[in-house]
C-alpha cells in the first residue's frame, strides 16, 4: 500500500477516534453501550469460572507492565530479524500510541461503566481503551512488518487477540464498547502511521515502493 493512502487511512482513524470521544461525552451511543454491555459483562455466580479466568488472562496479557515486556521482546526480534528501523517502528510507535491514549483519557474524563462489579478493578478514565489500543497497534504493525506474518493464519491469529482482548474488556465490566472501538481504531491508526513513514523512507532508499508493505 502507498505511503500516502497509508497516512490517509491513519489520519482519518485518528479524526474518528477524537470525534468519537467527543461523541460519547455528549450522550450518543448510550443506547448502543448499554446494549452491548449488557450482553457481553459477566458476573461472579452467574458466568462460569473458566470464562471469567479466561478473559481476565487474556486482558492481563494487553496491560500493566507484562505489555511493555512482550513489545520488548517483540522489538528486540525485529531488530535481530530486519533490522533497527523496524524494531525502531515497533518500540517507538508503541510507545507514542499508549501515551496518546493516557492524554485522550485524562482530556475525555469518561466514567468506567458500574453496571456489574468490575472483575478488573481500574481507577483510570475510560476512553479509549488502552488495552485495546496496545493490541491493535502490537499486532497490526507486526503483521505489516514481518513478511512471514502475512500468511492467512497469523493475519486470523492477530484479528483473534485483538478482538479477544478488547472484548475481554467490556465482559470484565471495566469499559463500555465505544471505549474499545475508540482504542481499537487509536491503535490501528498508529500503526498505519508507521508504516506508512517506513513504505516512505524505504521508496527514498530504493526508488520503488517495498513488497513488504503492499497488499
Same mark, same amino acid.
Given at each position: /500500500?502507498? &505511503?500516502? #493512502? ?7 482513524? @485518528?479524526?474518528m477516534?477524537v470525534?468519537?470521544? @467527543? ?12 446494549a452491548i454491555s ?27 507492565v ?20 523496524a ?11 499508549? @501515551?496518546?491514549?493516557?492524554? /485522550?483519557?485524562?482530556?475525555?474524563? #469518561?466514567?468506567?461503566? $458500574?453496571?456489574?462489579?468490575?472483575? $478488573?478493578i481500574i481507577?483510570s &478514565? ?11 497497534v502490537?499486532?497490526?504493525? @507486526? ?8 500468511? &492467512? ?7 483473534? /487477540? ?6 475481554? #474488556? ?8 465505544? $471505549? ?8 490501528a491508526?498508529?500503526? /498505519? ?11 527514498? #532508499? ?10
Amino acid at each position: /500500500m502507498l &505511503p500516502k #493512502r497509508l497516512f490517509f487511512l491513519a489520519v482519518i482513524l @485518528f479524526v474518528m477516534v477524537v470525534a468519537l470521544g @467527543f461523541a460519547v461525552n455528549a450522550g450518543y451511543f448510550r443506547s448502543f453501550d448499554l446494549a452491548i454491555s449488557h450482553a457481553l459483562n459477566m458476573q461472579r455466580g452467574v458466568t462460569p469460572e473458566w470464562l471469567i479466568l479466561f478473559m481476565q488472562g487474556v486482558s492481563w496479557i494487553g496491560g500493566g507492565v507484562q505489555r511493555y515486556v512482550i513489545v520488548t521482546i517483540l522489538t528486540l526480534a525485529l531488530w535481530r530479524w530486519w533490522g533497527w528501523g523496524a524494531a525502531l517502528a515497533m518500540g517507538l510507535t508503541t510507545l507514542v500510541s499508549a @501515551f496518546t491514549s493516557d492524554v /485522550m483519557k485524562a482530556f475525555f474524563g #469518561r466514567v468506567r461503566p $458500574d453496571l456489574v462489579p468490575q472483575l $478488573d478493578i481500574i481507577h483510570s &478514565p475510560a476512553f479509549p481503551s488502552g488495552h485495546s489500543n496496545n493490541a491493535a497497534v502490537v499486532y497490526i504493525l @507486526f503483521i505489516m512488518l514481518v513478511p512471514q506474518a502475512r500468511h &492467512p493464519l497469523w493475519q486470523v491469529a492477530a484479528a483473534i /487477540m485483538i478482538v479477544l482482548t478488547g472484548v475481554s #474488556r467490556i465482559m470484565l465490566g471495566v469499559h463500555w464498547p465505544t $471505549d474499545v472501538l475508540g482504542g481499537w481504531m487509536l491503535g490501528a491508526s498508529f500503526a /498505519m502511521a508507521a508504516a506508512a513513514v517506513i513504505a516512505y523512507r524505504q521508496h527514498q #532508499r530504493t526508488a520503488h515502493f517495498p513488497s513488504i508493505l503492499s497488499p
